[in-house]
């Protein structure tokens, strides 16, 4: 009786998939296009469970800030970012091997339009989530500000971070990078941007890797949520741009609430 | 063809074109839009009048009609503080002055480069433009996207307005005519310099940005350590009544320790959540206390302030790792 139950209940939960594919409750025009560069014919689920925090309105179009969660779902693959309207679509994808369906980054948006993430379950569907943002424009196409300062490619590739410990155990870490992250789109200013970023436990095990896109912003700031196994010390950070510069940096983890100083101090002895 | 923003909104501006960016339906809206703001001073003490604005964000509703503008009559002439965020703004001011006193205007003083405080110069070409040293430099960087942004903010209201420079420098101290002590006190912290008026007659302080009423500070210029030191200066002083650059006119230093106790709630809230590690987007989502529950433009205000103010507040709580 009991295993009839769950049949049924899961028949009730796959439905909405073999009927026609639902309307885009953001109600984008540009999302036919979206679905088809993004996702081909892969099956696609507009899922509340995919949560995508953004600021109703863009103050800064070259940096607008959004967190993707995808945590409700469960077991995630892959997560990819993108923007509707964007002469780029995708912003980002983030690879999970031991990280959650989490992460923060700020993009920049040519004009307004739907932001979105799209998280693929195991079971090959993509699950998208998103909101609508106003923006007056302008972001893709605008030359980063980083080639006023005129010292600016002696500090490309310097990195930041810090790790928390959250109170469900998961390791919050978060990346800063000095990079102009041109989009190509600008005049004088050929694509230039880091394209791949991967982080590892300290025997080398990939915890997430994450795949930027054009539309990242300048100088990116990237929050991710890690389950590295217990007693992880900390962990390396490895990344190339588009031109082949190696970007490499680690961190200590930190094993107790509110002191990653102090772990760090501890790390930077070995 | 590479064209930058603005020579784009320049180019349109003036003609219809803009227009056809919008779609047909809002822009015969726009179109039945009555250009007229309705603007009548009312005295805020003696010889110190004020047309005050709401207590909104730019729409083109208010049509940017979100900013105190005063004048102040010395006995030799009028002192206009501010001049509002558009020619149609600053010409109704002209005229509603010219019906409230039989003085003429003597000169201009201006707050501070933000556009709802000065693109009614147009007005006032015939007198004297003053501002701040600190204040002229930041305009003649910024008057440009500051302009296109209040295109976009409130559209047909801004027909015909162009950014009329300063065209003196303002000093610090008493105003050097009239027959009342009207200081001029060169502060910081709203933006690179912020000038506010005090009458030593009447108590009053014409506080210009560095103080708000019941309307959310807003910080895209801001430093806020030293506008705090700047509201230290404004409180010592022990003003009657304050006009306040936006909200109304209150009494005593209330509106002084409003601000300043919304500044300290969001430099330290910004401080703990970047210590926290959270990102921007969720720094964004954190609660307004109670306290400011009374405060307009919350919390989309606070929202803007976070894209001011977090980057770097959230770069400085990270280390180097390589």
Same mark, same amino acid.
């Given at each position: 009786?009991?295993?009839?139950?769950?049949?049924?209940?899961?028949?009730?939960?796959?439905?909405?998939?073999?009927?026609?594919?639902?309307?885009?409750?953001?109600?984008?025009?540009?999302?036919?296009?979206?679905?088809?560069? /993004?996702?081909?014919?892969?099956?696609?689920?507009?899922?509340?469970?995919?949560?995508?925090?953004?600021?109703?309105?863009?103050?800064?179009?070259?940096?607008?800030?959004?967190?993707?969660?995808?945590?409700?779902?469960?077991?995630?693959?892959?997560?990819? $970012?993108?923007?509707?309207?964007?002469?780029?679509?995708?912003?980002?994808?983030?690879?999970?091997?031991?990280?959650?369906?989490?992460?923060?980054?700020?993009?920049?948006?040519?004009?307004?339009?739907?932001?979105?993430?799209?998280?693929?379950?195991?079971?090959?569907?993509?699950?998208?989530?998103?909101?609508?943002?106003?923006?007056?424009?302008?972001?893709?196409?605008?030359?980063?500000?980083?080639?006023?300062?005129?010292?600016?490619?002696?500090?490309?590739?310097?990195?930041?971070?810090?790790?928390?410990?959250?109170?469900?155990?998961?390791?919050?870490?978060?990346?800063?990078?000095?990079?102009?992250?041109?989009?190509?789109?600008?005049?004088?200013?050929?694509?230039?941007?880091?394209?791949?970023?991967?982080?590892?436990?300290?025997?080398?095990?990939?915890?997430?890797? $994450?795949?930027?896109?054009?539309?990242?912003?300048?100088?990116?700031?990237?929050?991710?949520?890690?389950?590295?196994?217990?007693?992880?010390?900390?962990?390396?950070?490895?990344?190339?741009?588009?031109?082949?510069?190696?970007?490499?940096?680690?961190?200590?983890?930190?094993?107790?609430?509110?002191?990653?100083?102090?772990?760090?101090?501890?790390?930077?002895?070995? | 063809?590479?064209?930058?923003? !603005?020579?784009?909104?320049?180019?349109?501006?003036?003609?219809?074109?803009?227009?056809?960016?919008?779609?047909?339906?809002?822009?015969?809206?726009?179109?039945?839009?009555?250009?007229?703001?309705?603007?009548?001073?009312?005295?805020?003490?003696?010889?110190?009048?004020?047309?005050?604005?709401?207590?909104?964000?730019?729409?083109?509703?208010?049509?940017?009609?979100?900013?105190?503008?005063?004048?102040?009559?010395?006995?030799?002439?009028?002192?206009?503080?501010?001049?509002?965020?558009?020619?149609?703004?600053?010409?109704?001011?002209?005229?509603?002055?010219?019906?409230?006193?039989?003085?003429?205007? !003597?000169?201009?003083?201006?707050?501070?480069?933000?556009?709802?405080?000065?693109?009614?110069?147009?007005?006032?070409?015939?007198?004297?433009?003053?501002?701040?040293?600190?204040?002229?430099?930041?305009?003649?960087?910024?008057?440009?996207?500051?302009?296109?942004?209040?295109?976009?903010?409130?559209?047909?209201?801004?027909?015909?307005?162009?950014?009329?420079?300063?065209?003196?420098?303002?000093?610090?101290?008493? $105003?050097?005519?009239?027959?009342?002590?009207?200081?001029?006190?060169?502060?910081?912290?709203?933006?690179?310099?912020?000038?506010?008026?005090?009458?030593?007659?009447?108590?009053?302080?014409?506080?210009?940005?560095?103080?708000?009423?019941?309307?959310?500070?807003?910080?895209?210029?801001?430093?806020?350590?030293?506008?705090?030191?700047?509201?230290?200066?404004?409180?010592?002083?022990?003003?009657?009544?304050?006009?306040?650059?936006?909200?109304?006119?209150?009494?005593?230093?209330?509106?002084?320790?409003?601000?300043?106790?919304?500044?300290?709630?969001?430099?330290?809230? /910004?401080?703990?959540?970047?210590?926290?590690? /959270?990102?921007?987007?969720?720094?964004?989502?954190?609660?307004?206390?109670?306290?400011?529950?009374?405060?307009?433009?919350?919390?989309?205000?606070?929202?803007?302030?976070?894209?001011?103010?977090?980057?770097?507040?959230?770069?400085?709580?990270?280390? !180097?790792?390589?």
């Amino acid at each position: 009786m009991r295993r009839m139950m769950e049949v049924l209940a899961l028949l009730v939960a796959i439905a909405p998939l073999a009927v026609a594919e639902e309307a885009d409750p953001l109600a984008s025009g540009l999302w036919d296009r979206a679905r088809a560069e /993004l996702f081909g014919n892969a099956p696609v689920v507009f899922d509340e469970r995919v949560v995508l925090l953004a600021p109703a309105v863009a103050e800064d179009n070259l940096n607008v800030p959004v967190v993707a969660d995808a945590r409700a779902l469960g077991e995630v693959e892959v997560m990819v $970012l993108f923007a509707d309207a964007n002469p780029i679509l995708r912003i980002a994808t983030l690879e999970l091997s031991r990280a959650e369906p989490f992460i923060g980054l700020s993009l920049k948006m040519e004009q307004g339009g739907p932001v979105r993430a799209a998280a693929r379950t195991p079971d090959g569907v993509w699950h998208v989530g998103g909101v609508n943002v106003a923006a007056a424009g302008g972001g893709c196409t605008a030359p980063a500000s980083v080639h006023a300062a005129a010292d600016w490619a002696q500090h490309l590739g310097e990195l930041w971070g810090r790790a928390w410990l959250e109170p469900d155990g998961a390791q919050r870490v978060r990346l800063r990078a000095y990079h102009p992250m041109d989009t190509g789109l600008a005049f004088g200013h050929p694509a230039f941007f880091i394209d791949q970023l991967d982080v590892t436990d300290d025997a080398g095990a990939l915890l997430a890797r $994450l795949r930027p896109g054009e539309p990242v912003s300048q100088h990116p700031v990237i929050t991710l949520r890690l389950r590295p196994e217990a007693g992880t010390r900390s962990v390396r950070v490895r990344g190339r741009d588009s031109d082949s510069n190696l970007l490499e940096g680690s961190l200590p983890l930190a094993w107790r609430t509110g002191a990653p100083d102090g772990d760090r101090r501890t790390g930077s002895k070995e | 063809m590479i064209l930058d923003r !603005r020579s784009l909104v320049r180019g349109l501006m003036g003609s219809t074109a803009a227009a056809a960016t919008l779609p047909l339906a809002r822009r015969s809206a726009l179109a039945a839009i009555e250009l007229r703001y309705g603007l009548e001073p009312r005295q805020a003490a003696p010889g110190i009048w004020l047309f005050e604005g709401r207590t909104e964000y730019f729409s083109v509703r208010n049509g940017g009609n979100i900013v105190n503008t005063c004048f102040v009559d010395t006995g030799e002439g009028l002192v206009v503080f501010d001049t509002g965020p558009c020619r149609i703004y600053g010409e109704e001011m002209r005229a509603a002055i010219r019906r409230a006193s039989p003085m003429p205007v !003597r000169q201009v003083v201006l707050s501070h480069a933000h556009p709802d405080h000065y693109l009614g110069n147009q007005a006032f070409t015939d007198v004297p433009i003053m501002a701040g040293p600190a204040t002229r430099a930041m305009l003649q960087e910024l008057a440009g996207p500051f302009a296109d942004n209040m295109y976009r903010l409130i559209d047909v209201w801004m027909r015909g307005t162009e950014t009329v420079p300063p065209t003196e420098d303002l000093a610090a101290g008493l $105003l050097p005519f009239g027959r009342r002590r009207l200081e001029v006190l060169l502060l910081a912290g709203h933006t690179r310099q912020d000038a506010a008026l005090f009458d030593h007659d009447t108590g009053t302080l014409i506080a210009g940005d560095l103080v708000f009423w019941n309307r959310a500070p807003t910080t895209p210029s801001a430093d806020i350590p030293s506008w705090l030191r700047s509201l230290d200066r404004l409180e010592a002083m022990a003003p009657k009544r304050v006009v306040p650059g936006h909200g109304g006119v209150s009494e005593g230093v209330v509106a002084i320790r409003q601000t300043r106790r919304y500044l300290e709630w969001l430099a330290a809230t /910004l401080g703990e959540a970047a210590e926290k590690g /959270l990102a921007m987007a969720e720094a964004m989502r954190l609660p307004i206390p109670a306290e400011f529950q009374d405060i307009a433009v919350l919390p989309g205000e606070y929202v803007r302030s976070v894209s001011h103010l977090y980057p770097a507040i959230e770069q400085a709580t990270l280390p !180097r790792i390589n």
